[in-house]
């Protein structure tokens, strides 16, 4: 399961992290949010180590959703060294799409 951040816990988790951290951007009454959460979780396993992956409630955590934007769910946004590196909006459901457009954005 992806670890969940908060407006808390963000900059610890994500912002200061040493290794490139991918957040989605979700909501519980997204249904093509549900729909892409296997395919992460199944990312999130096999990249552990290289890529770690969080998700972020868009309701719950109001300050980090308006910083970076988000209007639309779900929002994956690579940070790097603290910095945006990537950001797609819409549901990658299919493994292998994420795992590629992952890999093309943390190189």
Known sequence: MANAVSDS????????????????????????????????????KEMQGKVKVVKLDVDQ??????????????TL?????GQVTAQHTGALVQKKKLEDWINTSVA
């Open 61 to 74: 955590n109001p300050g980090v959703t308006g910083k970076y934007g988000i209007r639309a769910m779900p």
């Open 77 to 81: 946004i690579l940070f790097k060294n």
């Open 9 to 44: 816990t963000f900059d610890q988790e994500v912002l200061k992290s040493t290794e490139p951290v991918l957040v989605d951007f979700f909501a519980e009454w997204c249904g093509p949010c549900k729909a892409m959460a296997p395919a992460l979780e199944q990312v999130a």
